[in-house]
């Protein structure tokens, strides 16, 4: 993946452009998800095909959002605990790193002022939502379909190879 900057033009060392453009080709397939469309590409590379010529497109973005529980006061207080633990823990190392006295005090403290500072955020921001969002999801960007794109000095062979592959389907 590349990122585009104010002051890249052309072509980068990668040999993709640096610029945001719409995608360019002829389309030689059509799948209803990537890993259909991956396996398509997939086929074409292990048959010799100039795969650097292919582009897969995502078609009809939409942003999906998979609802993965309920959320409860000791759903919401255990993962605070459990994160501000880890946190503090942390930081107790790092202290007890450089600490002359012994490690495992600053590592002691360390954890219990993680797990009370994260109980309490957690707590605070569980608490402002007043209810309006039980539940705990998971946000994903999703296509409607994906498209398998050619240059068009091999588009017609990728798409005989495509048509061949969905044949033995």
Known sequence: MTTATPFATGVNSTGVNALPTPPTGWPIGSYATYEEAQRAVDHLADNDFPVADV???????????????????????????????????????LLGLFSTGGALAPIVTGLV??????????????????????????TQLVAGRYDVLSHPRSAEQGKDMLTKLAWRA
């Open 113 to 138: 002022v993680g797990v009370v500072f994260g109980l309490a955020g957690a707590a605070m921001r569980y608490a402002a939502t007043r209810g309006r969002r039980d539940f705990a999801s998971v």
């Open 55 to 93: 582009t897969i497109v995502g078609v009809e973005p939409m942003i999906v959002e998979r609802v993965t529980g309920r959320l409860t006061w000791g759903r919401v207080l255990g993962a605070g605990a459990a994160s501000g633990a880890w946190f503090g823990l942390f930081v107790g190392l």
